[in-house]
């Protein structure tokens, strides 16, 4: 990690500092931004797109990632997700 601060500033009065500058507002800036800021982190993420912005996508969330959303205190359930579960195929003779 780059352990320089660097400030952005529209004026001398609104200077802010930032530890880390991330570029791109995806999935990966986005958990970056949060976990990163969980640890008083000060982030700036720059995104080229205005949200919510369309994204082409399954719309299929792991089960694996729920427990790392939980802990980034993001719930998909809030939002809509389904609950994935086993699916499983009974063998049936057909005549
Ligand atoms: C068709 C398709 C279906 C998918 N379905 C699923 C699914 O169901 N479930 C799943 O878990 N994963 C799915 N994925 C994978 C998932 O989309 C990727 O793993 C994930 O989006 C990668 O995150 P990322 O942040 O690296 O990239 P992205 O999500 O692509 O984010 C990159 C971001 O950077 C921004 N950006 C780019 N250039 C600049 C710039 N110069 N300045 C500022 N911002 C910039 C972009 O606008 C974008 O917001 C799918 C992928 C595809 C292609």
């Known amino acids: 990690m780059n352990t320089h601060t660097h ?3 529209n004026s001398k009065e609104n200077l802010v500092a930032f530890d880390v500058l991330i570029i ?3 999935l990966a800036g ?3 931004a949060i976990h990163l800021s969980k640890f008083g982190t000060k982030v700036l ?3 080229k797109n205005e949200y919510p912005k ?3 996508c399954g719309e299929y969330i792991s089960n694996e ?3 790392y959303l939980q802990y980034l205190e993001i719930d998909p359930f809030r939002f809509g997700a ?3 579960i086993p699916f499983n195929f009974q063998q ?3 005549n």
Request: glycine share 12%; hydrophobic share 40%; proline share 4%.
């Open 7 to 9: 400030s952005i500033s």
């Open 24 to 26: 791109g507002g995806g």
């Open 92 to 94: 049936q003779q057909i």
């Open 65 to 67: 990632v729920l427990p």
């Open 45 to 47: 993420l720059i995104e």
């Open 54 to 56: 369309h994204k082409v």
């Open 30 to 32: 986005l958990c970056n």
């Open 82 to 84: 389904v609950k994935l």
